[in-house]
């Protein structure tokens, strides 16, 4: 990969959706150029996915993650409960970890009745293969994706997830945008059987109610020669005031790739993705994390994440009328 490639990389990440011929002028080449470089870049597998940015609070969906450990599984059970987790419309990112946990995924549900129905019955189909396990509600979480190729900080997104009723227009539209940010106007028009004038205003109307609140890509770390470690913290005595201070600091340093901050528990606060070289770069963070932080936090578990199976992309189950 060359200067050039990095510099579409970083045009990507900031707006996933900007058009080739405003790309190929940014970064001095000519569209087809630059159309060629992107479709390499896809080939290789450093583009895993466009990502629309969709704030499914507004849309009236919680998000939570489960952390499992396995016990007693082989290579063959492992499959067959991650190509369960594939199929499920509520169930979003998934990854395999090293460490205290060995799986970890994302559920989408509008209720806690819903959620209890999805454990029941992932749990009675493969629960004499699991050990310990939690289940945790996000509240706040932020992605940092171009810290991969650069330390630039990206700003922050405030907030207003008050319920917005969308049609089943808007929502197959954003299901669209979901699978493949950079869809144009004219394929979604023609899935929807609508003009691309009309497609074009209702994303413009989506955009200003923040239901969209960005575009990027999702970029494959290990070929930058990174590992994605995890880190789960507890705040000794949770205030506010601390919990900005710790997420202005993951916001600004160069190694976190996203948090996530649960509601209170008991449990662990944040979950923090840190991008390291080796297990020297992974050292330094959490010395640095212990000096900023010494009175204020207990780093209770650190993983690695191993393989993610499935893309960021948020689960079908969010954009069902």
């Known amino acids: 990969m060359d200067k050039i490639d990095k510099k579409i990389l970083n045009e990507l990440i900031e707006n996933s959706r900007i058009p080739l011929s405003k790309l190929g002028k940014n970064v001095r080449l000519s569209r087809e150029n630059v159309y060629y470089r992107i479709q390499n870049m896809i080939r290789r597998k450093i583009i895993k996915d466009f990502v629309t940015f969709i704030d499914y609070k507004k849309i009236g969906f919680n998000h939570f993650t489960i952390f499992i450990e396995f016990d007693k599984i082989d290579k063959e059970k492992e499959s067959q409960i991650i190509d369960y987790l594939k199929k499920e419309y509520n169930v979003s990112w998934i990854g395999i970890l090293s460490g205290s946990w ?22 009675n189909k493969f629960n004499k293969h699991f050990g310990n396990y939690i289940i945790l509600n996000i509240q706040d979480s932020n992605y940092y994706f171009n810290k991969i190729i650069n330390e630039n900080v990206r700003p922050a997104i405030v ?18 945008l979901n699978e493949d940010s950079r869809i144009s106007y004219v394929d979604i028009a023609e899935k929807l ?7 074009k205003n209702r994303i413009k109307i989506l955009e200003k109610k923040m239901i969209i609140q960005g575009y990027s890509i999702s970029i494959n770390h290990k070929e930058f020669g990174m590992e994605w470690n995890g880190l789960q913290i507890k705040i000794k005595k949770p205030s506010s005031e601390i919990e900005e201070k710790i997420k202005n600091y993951l916001k600004i340093n160069p190694k976190v790739i996203f948090y996530y901050q649960y509601n209170k528990s008991g449990i662990y606060d944040f979950d ?21 932080f010494y009175d204020e936090i207990t780093i209770t ?21």
Do not use: C, Q, W
Not at 193 to 199: F, G, V
């Open 102 to 123: 060995s799986l970890t995924f994302d559920v989408y549900t509008k209720t806690n009745n819903e959620l209890n129905v999805f454990i029941n019955k992932f749990f």
């Open 159 to 176: 907030e207003d997830s008050s319920i917005m009723r969308l049609d089943k227009i808007d929502l197959k539209i954003l299901k669209e």
């Open 193 to 199: 059987k609508l003009t691309p004038n009309a497609i």
């Open 272 to 292: 923090i993705g840190i991008i390291a070289k080796d297990s020297s770069e992974l050292r330094e963070f959490i010395n640095d994390l212990r000096t900023n």
């Open 301 to 321: 578990n650190t993983f690695i994440v191993l393989e993610e199976v499935s893309s960021h992309n948020l689960p079908k189950v969010i954009f069902l009328s």
